[in-house]
């Protein structure tokens, strides 16, 4: 709690104490002076603490690990704590934290340049003689993802709202409109701002097929991922259509679904084995099945991205005759990557500029993008300290948390940037904390607007409907298998403002079970009882 002064009555009363133990006994004088020198009384726990206690205590609650930590920002102190120092797995609560380093630490005015170089400019015919260079930056929005962010658009696949490789093909006019008509070498995907480690520890094996554990790299184009189609084919028995998009070759398929009859359940399993590019895909789907949309991960996203480049400048007319090829940052002993890049070739031919740096983290929060959070990681340790890594990046987060925003020692044990880390641990009062800590800065308003806004947008769009909390929580989500949180702010329907981390592990419920009974604890929080009792009560 904050130093409170001593009203002008208890200092004058201290003054005649004073004076008096000069002239009388002092043990009777102290007797008189303990009432007022004692410290002042603990303030009351909110009416719906009790409730929300006896909740977690029952039988059903009490199999899994709940710890949550709620602090007035209007009145500067704690208002509830259940385990809420206990260190719990986060799951994508871990992003509040790499979001507020982005924001404080590089701006949100930042904003990406992706250039494609070359060793020499077109001739008076157009050939350009060498390669072209794509160059990675760090820019997590090469796609066709609308921004700034609007629901529900920027919450579809990119597949689904925009063209995927809309910033390729925009690079792609650029160098068309520069007269080039050929490139005698080849087109390279150069990723080497960042290290060539492409995933952090802790990340399960099954997270790598799916597009949310998409590999990470400088070089982002479509957030590292394609999608993959799947329609019923012409008659009962024959194979499933299956589309590709963005295709470039990168995957080969071996389909074995089959079209069943129609109002037949959709089973469909895809496998990848392991640092293979093979996808194997078995089930059914029934005749006039709409489809089915899978986002799926890219293993080698440099050149991927260079493949798609090269396809959109042949698609304009311009003859390549080399290949499309990779070019990473080289392994070192002692290091992740070095700190100096390839030195750049001398001719930029064009260039992909962001939009600023609040956008992406707006998105990034919103729609919880794994991959975006892992590249502002990197991005972090490329500013501040010269190296594109996850250990740099992990580095200059620490510091900022530890240094600035004011945690505890063991208050936080990170894997990663995004949360994928089943390994991560973090004590719900840290992760109040740090709001706490946003809450007084000066771009306080758009770090809690980055954040979802219960009942109409982000993770949130489908929770709290027809309950007082609708239009009164912004609040990070966060789920991996057994884990569920939910963290952030929200304003009492009196009007005060609280700081709240709900973090729960270990759990055997269903998820809809547990949502309602952290949505309950979070409608407490802003109406000051507990509505229901809940499942499980």
Not at 16 to 23: E, G, N, V
Request: aromatic share 8%; glycine share 8%; hydrophobic share 40%.
């Amino acid at each position: 709690m904050p130093f409170r002064s001593r009203p002008l009555d208890q200092a004058f009363a201290l003054r005649t104490i004073s004076a008096t133990l000069r002239r009388a006994a002092p043990v009777c004088l102290l007797a008189a002076a303990l009432p007022l020198l004692a410290a002042p009384p603990r303030p009351r726990p909110p009416r719906w603490a009790a409730a929300v206690r006896r909740l977690l205590h029952t039988p059903t609650q009490r199999r899994a690990r709940w710890g949550v930590y709620v602090y007035s920002l209007s009145r500067h102190r704690p208002l509830f704590s259940y385990n809420g120092h206990a260190l719990l797995t986060p799951a994508s609560n871990t992003k509040l934290f790499t979001l507020a380093a982005a924001m404080q630490l590089i701006g949100p005015d930042y904003r990406f340049h992706t250039p494609v170089q070359a060793t020499a400019l077109p001739d008076a015919h157009g050939v350009v003689s060498g390669d072209l260079v794509l160059v990675g930056k760090g820019d997590p929005n090469l796609s066709g993802r609308p921004l700034p962010y609007q629901y529900p658009d920027s919450d579809k696949p990119a597949v689904l709202a925009q063209d995927p490789t809309k910033a390729i093909n925009d690079l792609a006019d650029q160098i068309k409109a520069r007269g080039v008509t050929a490139v005698t070498g080849n087109i390279i995907g150069d990723d080497a701002y960042f290290s060539r480690t492409r995933y952090a520890p802790g990340w399960a094996q099954d997270d790598l097929l799916w597009g949310y554990g998409a590999a990470i790299s400088a070089l982002c184009v479509n957030d590292n991922r394609i999608f993959l189609h799947v329609l019923p084919g012409g008659e009962v028995g024959a194979p499933a259509e299956i589309t590709l998009r963005p295709w470039t070759g990168i995957y080969t398929v071996t389909n074995r679904i089959r079209t069943g009859p129609a109002g037949s359940p959709r089973q469909i399993n895809i496998i990848r084995p392991p640092d293979s590019n093979h996808l194997i895909l078995w089930g059914s789907i029934g005749m006039g099945d709409r489809g089915d949309w899978e986002s799926l991960a890219v293993q080698r996203p440099a050149r991927f991205a260079a493949r798609l480049l090269k396809q959109a400048l042949e698609a304009r007319g311009i003859a390549v005759y080399g290949r499309a090829v990779a070019r990473h940052a080289p392994w070192r002993m002692g290091a992740e990557t070095p700190k100096t890049d390839y030195p750049p070739a001398p001719y930029t031919l064009a260039t992909y500029t962001s939009l600023p740096l609040l956008d992406d983290l707006q998105l990034t929060a919103k729609v919880s993008q794994n991959q975006h959070a892992e590249m502002l990681l990197r991005l972090l340790g490329k500013l501040k300290l010269g190296e594109g890594s996850l250990a740099a990046g992990l580095q200059v987060r620490n510091a900022f948390l530890y240094q600035q925003v004011g945690l505890w020692p063991h208050a936080t044990e990170f894997y990663d940037g995004s949360g994928l880390a089943r390994d991560t641990l973090v004590q719900p009062a840290a992760v109040v904390r740090l709001l706490t800590y946003m809450s007084q800065q000066p771009l306080a308003a758009e770090f809690r607007n980055l954040l979802p806004f219960a009942a109409v947008d982000g993770d949130l769009h489908d929770r709290f409907h027809g309950t007082p909390a609708a239009g009164h929580i912004w609040a990070k989500t966060g789920f991996v298998e057994h884990v569920y949180a939910l963290s952030g702010y929200a304003t009492t329907l009196r009007g005060t403002r609280r700081a709240f981390s709900i973090i729960v592990n270990d759990d055997d419920m269903p998820g809809a079970e547990i949502k309602q009974v952290m949505d309950e604890i979070a409608n407490a929080i802003v109406t000051g009882r507990l509505q229901h009792v809940p499942l499980g009560g």
